[in-house]
């Protein structure tokens, strides 16, 4: 069973940045791909970002892509999700998930954490 903790949230105006954390324990944590989703308010929660084992592949949601970097520390048992000029849309719970592949973190199929709010004014 695989714990994921996020932290890193908050508050921040348009054009900022933020880096939003995800600790994981329970597991071997270089087994999980890792991947990044988000939920805003009355909206369905959508992938934003996944990482492989060995954080040598990367995806991303086109919405995010240029601005957003995922990446990933095996020997802390962390994945981060460094974001860069932000928008208001970006507004949303932001949760880690884990996934023995792939195709299922970005699926977000596996282990999710409780997320961390992030919210971005205009």
């Known amino acids: 069973q695989v714990q994921l903790v996020e932290s890193g949230g908050g508050l921040v105006q348009a054009g900022g940045s933020l880096r939003l954390a995800c600790a994981a324990s329970?597991?071997?944590?270089?087994?999980?791909?890792m991947a990044w989703f988000r939920q805003a308010p009355g909206k369905q929660r959508e992938f934003v970002a996944v990482?492989?084992?060995?954080?040598?592949?990367?995806y991303y949601a086109n919405s995010v892509k240029g601005r957003f970097t995922i990446s990933r520390d095996n020997a802390k048992n962390a994945n981060y999700l460094q974001m860069n000029s932000l928008k208001p849309e970006d507004t949303a719970v932001y949760y880690c998930?884990?996934?023995?592949?792939?195709?299922?973190?970005?699926?977000?199929?596996?282990?999710w954490g409780q997320g961390t709010q992030v919210t971005v004014s205009s």
């Open positions: 998930v884990a996934d023995s592949t792939f195709a299922g973190a970005r699926a977000g199929h596996g282990y």
């Open positions: 329970g597991g071997t944590f270089s087994d999980y791909a």
């Open positions: 990482i492989n084992w060995t954080g040598g592949t990367a």
